[in-house]
């Protein structure tokens, strides 16, 4: 079965939030250093995966040109708009701020390697193994996440599956147009991008600056664009 790795760890993640919710009622104190540490946690994990590129050049000028088009597309208010609905069906003081969650949580399960390997794992031969442990590791994220900022958590579990499903269906298709050799590039350049962007959620997190990290996502498009006509050409 094609999707069973991306439906595994959609359902981790799932999982992982009830279980954080319940942890919710820990002491104030004591969710702010939890919070300080994941913020920790993930800068270091965001400059590990941003070293991987093989030219950095390009991945400032995807960054900036993303940034342009993300700003322009207005992407974080249209993402906090639909965090704000769901907070008003759902009441916000029972579940944390449903935007932060949401984008926080969909962006560090998505933007690093494993997302991609595994779902093409998955596609071409069917092995989930890598999807399966990412799965863990999401569904303990997903766990510490909700404790301290709610249900939107859960949510990312839907862009989570259908980012790494739409993958695997269609692995075939993208083995056939991408040789090894591009794909290895183009994957060490996407976790190089979303590693910088993984450092803005932790600055988030820490509290240092506000960055808008959603409109930095077309990011992700223009350097794929940019690593296919370099190969090319």
Known sequence: MVLFGSIVNALAIIVGTLIGLLLRRIPEQMKETVM?????????????????????????VSLVLGTVIGEWLRI?????????????????????????????????????????????????????????????????????????????????????FLYQGGIALFANVIHQFLSDELLERLIAELTSIGGVMIIAIGINILGLKQIRVANLLPGILVITAIVLVQHHF
Do not use: C, Y
Not at 49 to 58: C, P, Q, T, V, Y
């Open 36 to 60: 300080m540490a994941i913020g920790l946690s993930v800068v270091v994990l965001g400059i590990s995966m941003a070293l991987k590129s093989e030219d950095f050049f390009i991945v400032i």
């Open 76 to 160: 974080e208010n249209h993402l906090q708009s639909v965090g704000n609905m769901l907070e008003r069906k759902l009441g916000k003081s029972e579940t944390g701020n449903i935007a932060q969650g949401f984008v926080t949580a969909t962006l560090i399960f998505l933007v690093g390697a494993m997302a991609i390997i595994g779902a093409l794992d998955s596609g071409l031969r069917q092995d989930h193994a890598v999807l399966l442990t990412k799965s863990m590791i999401d569904g303990f994220t997903s766990m510490i996440l909700a404790s301290t900022l709610g249900i939107g958590v859960l949510f990312s579990s839907i862009p989570v």
